[in-house]
């Protein structure tokens, strides 16, 4: 892969963790986002933790993913992912079915952060 497509690659994940964390710092009502976080369980203060520690993560992995380069960087983020994925199955497995894909997006996602990881392999 070339050093271009790399970065269009590492681009295109930036923008999505820092989109997701944006939108659920407050641009995606609160209370819509607390309801399906309840539907997995997590209530009240969890909830509200869950949502902006989510957020921030979201941002923070963003803001890294432009500024860095690393093996242990993209195995994080396909760790969250799953980590997401999985608490989705658990609590909202409809969404495994729903016509837009949020779930299954996150297959390309874990794809191209595999693509990352391998490239890293190769030139360290």
């Not at 820092?18 to 369980?41: C, D, R």
């Not at 799953?82 to 996602?109: C, D, M, Q, R």
């Amino acid at each position: 892969m070339r050093a271009r497509d790399l970065m269009l690659v590492r681009y295109s994940l930036a923008t999505v963790w820092l989109v997701t964390g944006v939108l659920s710092l407050g641009i995606f009502p609160q209370q819509e986002s607390l309801a399906l976080l309840g539907q997995v369980g997590l209530h009240e203060n969890v909830a509200l933790f869950a949502l902006y520690g989510s957020a921030v993560l979201d941002i923070a992995l963003g803001l890294m993913t432009l500024a860095l380069s690393s093996r242990l960087l993209w195995l994080a983020q396909a760790i969250l992912v799953l980590t997401y994925s999985a608490f989705i199955t658990a609590g909202l497995p409809e969404y495994w079915l729903h016509p837009f894909g949020p779930v299954l997006k996150n297959l390309p996602i874990l794809m191209l952060l595999w693509l990352l990881y391998s490239y890293e392999e190769k030139t360290k």
